[in-house]
Every structure is written in structure tokens, then in C-alpha cells.
């Protein structure tokens, strides 16, 4: 069955050129949001009296009885050799309705049906990303309160820096992922609005109600320019952007925790549900987890930039390249939500080694800095302060001491007047931290109130997600 076929001389296209162009192997996950989108285009053409009451009412029933089917059994649509889910649906509906299922599409084109698909389509996807990462904070948040006195050498060019604590470091992705959260959001906000009856490119000589039927579609709005309405793919940009931006973080983590398992760091271990081993070196445990993670950011990045070279050189209103989109929108989607998941899998079962992390800080002289702070409390200019530490640690280095091995003449011949307190700055993590008391820094008081804050955010996420989910389903 076809939609389209009296202007051809020749029935039959190349087969080959059938499979090249079929999108149905794709957009077949879009088949209830064309139902139900067909249901409402229905009742709207009735209350436009292009449908007598009869006639709805028969075609409401077909929708239905096909909606029913796909429930029932969800493969039914596999392997049907439709050219899409549009011409699928229309088809099983000639099954129910006879030709009156050929009055489905007065006054509307695919153009701008598959665009309303695809926005319903967005915005539950981006929903599912929100909840993924929503269970992803909440993994995060309980690991931070698990580890919340753990001290973690912190880093800037992969050079050991100053002493952080692990909570601090954990909630610092916790603020990622929530404006992740919050740009999702954003998304959604764009993608709600209704392309329908915006026909194939000038809008549709049929009375239809666009303001009613994008109420019983649950949008907010209705698109005010047709052209725009059925070829504006900036929700499907901006939904693969989101996405793609959260990968970047999830890669990002995901370097951060290969790095600290790696026994050269030894600062974590994960668990064995969640690593692998080689098939030559016995003693391999690989982190492919997080490697597969980081991996996958990469191809939603391509998912990306794809879409966007895709419309760059197309020219105005609908052109089927665009069918492209939703091959790129459902993976790069589908893949950041289990990456998230595995993310918060991931994390929620590894182990720390605080032993490790306390060596490495003190190997790693991360209280340089408050060495150098606690001279310039007692008046010397920091520059000159930073210059004396710094030949300290040179002295050290050299002779392979740390803060801590130092004797306090040797400490005497960099520092003046070096005594219990400046050894104790130079020496002691937990007083670096606990200098650090301005809003936003590492200090055991500040991660608490960050701890609680991101309770308070998580537990208010959750509400409104799951209030959204009850909606949803409302709408089904
Ligand atoms: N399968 C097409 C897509 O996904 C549907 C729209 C086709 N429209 C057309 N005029 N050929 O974009």
C-alpha cells in the first residue's frame, strides 16, 4: 500500500530503491503517537463537519482496535514492509473502516503529521532522560552522605592540587547533571507546540480547529507559521544537544573514575558486576563500564553533529532528508538514558580506598597553597610566600621527603619562623578544608549544606517527574 501513485506511469518502484527509502524499520516506535495524534485529526475533522459523527466514530473505533493490537502484542508491526508508520497505520485502518480510512488525511500531509509525531515523541524522551538522571543524582547524593568525611586528593591538569572532600567532588556532578535536568526542561518547553494542519508546506483549506486539537494533544501552543511548522527540526537539535552535552559530563565522570581505579591511583574499585576481565592476562579487572560510557558520548556527539549537517544546506518547508532525524533523535536518546542508568549502577557499587587517597595527599603536598595562606596571614606578601613554598617543596622533592618527613630546620632554612602552626597548615588536610568555609568551597560545613540543598532539589524533581508520569498516563 502506498499514499501516493496516480501521477506514475510505471506502478512499481525499484525494490532497491523501496529498502533505501522505507523508514518504517525506524519510525514504527512512533506508531502510538500516530494513533493517537489520527484519533485526534479525526475528532477534528468531525467538529469541522469535513466527518460526519458516523464517520468519526467508525474511525475512532479502528484507531483503537489497532491501538489495542500494538499493546497486545508490541512486534506486530515488525518486518511489514510499509514505507512508514504513517502509511502502516492508514493501512490497518482501510482493514477496519474500508476507504473511509482514505479520508484519514484531508487536509494534512506527512509533513506536518511526522513533525507532531516526533514532538510528542520529544517530549516524553526528554521526561525518560530527566528521570534517568534523576535516578543518576540520587546515586551520586547517597554515595556523597556513604563517603561524607572521605578527603580526596583533588586535581588540575591531572596534577595533584589541593585536598578535596570525595562528597565535594561527587556534588560537583550533581550540579552537571541537574542543569542537564533543567535544559531538558527547556527542550520539552520548545518542542511543545502543535505542527498539525500546517499540511505539507502553505496550511490546510479544512476549517480545523488547531487551538482545540492542540489542547487534546496536550500542547501548548500551536505553530503560527505552516512553512516553519513542518520543517523546523531546531526540538530535535536541541533534545540531541541535551543529550550529547550530558554524554560530555557522563564522559567526563566516567575518565575521572577509570583514572582513580587504575591501580597507579587505587583510590576506588568497582564492583565486578561492573568490570571485566582479559582473555590473555589472568590478573586483568577492566573498568569497560565506564570505558563504554565514555565511549557511547562520543556517538551521540556524532548524533549531533549529524543533525545539524543535515539541515544546514536544505532549502525551505519539508525535504525528505529530514526522515534522517528520527534515526539520529531515537539513538542518541536511547543511549544517554542507559548510560545514565549504568552511571548510577556504576557508582552505587563501587568501593573507596580512603588509604590511598590520605597517601596520595600527603605525598602530593596538597597544602602547599595553605602554607603559603598561613604566611600571608602572618604579613608576607603572597608572592613572596608562594616563592618560599615552592623552593621547599623543590628541597623536598629532590631529597624525596614530604611536609611530614621535613625536620623543622630544614622547614626553617625556606620559612621564617616555621613553628607547630605553619607545620600543621603544611601538614593536615582536614584544616585545609575546614579554611575553605565561603559558600562554595570544600569545607566539611559547606558540603553539608550542598548536601542539603541537593536533597531538597532531588526530592522536588522527583515529585514533579512522577507527577508528570501520572499525567502521561492519563493521556494513554
Ligand atoms: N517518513 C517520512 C519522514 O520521516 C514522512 C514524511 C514523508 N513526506 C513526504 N512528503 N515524502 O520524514
Redesign the pocket.
Known amino acids: 500500500m502506498k499514499l501516493w501513485g496516480g501521477r506514475f506511469a510505471r506502478r512499481a518502484r525499484d525494490p532497491f530503491f523501496e529498502g533505501f527509502s522505507e523508514?518504517f524499520s525506524v519510525?514504527h516506535r512512533l506508531v502510538h503517537y500516530d494513533l493517537q495524534v489520527n484519533r485526534a485529526y479525526v475528532e477534528a475533522l468531525g467538529e469541522a463537519g469535513v466527518l460526519s459523527s458516523a464517520e468519526v466514530r467508525r474511525l475512532v473505533r479502528g484507531l483503537e482496535a489497532i491501538a489495542r493490537r500494538v499493546n497486545h502484542s508490541p512486534n506486530w508491526p515488525y518486518g511489514n514492509s510499509a514505507e512508514?508508520v504513517?502509511t502502516w497505520v492508514e493501512g490497518q485502518l482501510g482493514r477496519h473502516a474500508g476507504s473511509l480510512a482514505g479520508k484519514l488525511r484531508t487536509g494534512r500531509?506527512?509533513?506536518d503529521l511526522?513533525a507532531t509525531d516526533a514532538r510528542l515523541y520529544a517530549k516524553d524522551a526528554a521526561r525518560e532522560l530527566q528521570r534517568a538522571l534523576t535516578h543518576l543524582l540520587e546515586s551520586l547524593l547517597t554515595k556523597a552522605r556513604e563517603h561524607r568525611d572521605v578527603i580526596l586528593p583533588g586535581y588540575t591538569h591531572l596534577q595533584p592540587a589541593q585536598p578535596i572532600l570525595f562528597a565535594h567532588y561527587l556534588l560537583a556532578y550533581f550540579e552537571a547533571f541537574s542543569r542537564d535536568i533543567s535544559r531538558l526542561e527547556d527542550c520539552r518547553h520548545r518542542a511543545d507546540e502543535l505542527p498539525l494542519a500546517a499540511g505539507a508546506l502553505a496550511g490546510t483549506t479544512f476549517p480545523i480547529n488547531r487551538s482545540r486539537l492542540a489542547r487534546r494533544l496536550g500542547f501548548k501552543r500551536v505553530a503560527v507559521n505552516s512553512l516553519d511548522a513542518t520543517s523546523d527540526r531546531d526540538f530535535v537539535c536541541e533534545l540531541l544537544f541535551a543529550s550529547a552535552l550530558t554524554g560530555i559530563h557522563l564522559s567526563r565522570l566516567a575518565e575521572d573514575l577509570v583514572i582513580y581505579a587504575s591501580p597507579a591511583f587505587g583510590y576506588i574499585e568497582l564492583a565486578d558486576e561492573y568490570s571485566t576481565g582479559s582473555s590473555i592476562m589472568p590478573q586483568k579487572k577492566n573498568p569497560d563500564s565506564l570505558e563504554l560510557i565514555r565511549g557511547k558520548a562520543a556517538r551521540v556527539l556524532g548524533r549531533l553533529t549529524g543533525i545539524l549537517a543535515l539541515l544546514k544546506g536544505l532549502p525551505s518547508a519539508?525535504n525528505?532528508d529530514?526522515?534522517e532525524d528520527?534515526t539520529a533523535l531515537f539513538d542518541g536518546v536511547d543511549t544517554i538514558c542507559a548510560s545514565a542508568e549504568l552511571m548510577a549502577r556504576v557508582l552505587g557499587t563501587l568501593r573507596v580506598n580512603t588509604a590511598r587517597m590520605k597517601a596520595a595527599i600527603d605525598q602530593g603536598f596538597l597544602m602547599a597553597t595553605d602554607l603559603a595562606d598561613e604566611l600571608v596571614r602572618r604579613g608576607m606578601p603572597f608572592a613572596q610566600a608562594h616563592k618560599r613554598v615552592g623552593q621547599l617543596v623543590l628541597y623536598c622533592v629532590e631529597r624525596g621527603k614530604t611536609f611530614a618527613t621535613l625536620s623543622a630546620d630544614e622547614a626553617r632554612r625556606f620559612i621564617p619562623g616555621w613553628d607547630r602552626t605553619l607545620a600543621a597548615a603544611a601538614q593536615l588536610p582536614e584544616r585545609a578544608l575546614n579554611r575553605r568555609r565561603a559558600v562554595g568551597g570544600t569545607a566539611p560545613a559547606q558540603v553539608n549544606r550542598q548536601m542539603r540543598f541537593a536533597t531538597a532539589s532531588l526530592a522536588e524533581l522527583k515529585r514533579r517527574l512522577q507527577t508528570n508520569a501520572r499525567s502521561m498516563r492519563r493521556w494513554a
Do not use: A, C, F
Request: proline share 0%.
Open positions: 523508514s519510525d512508514d504513517h500531509s506527512r509533513n511526522v519539508y525528505r529530514l526522515q528520527k
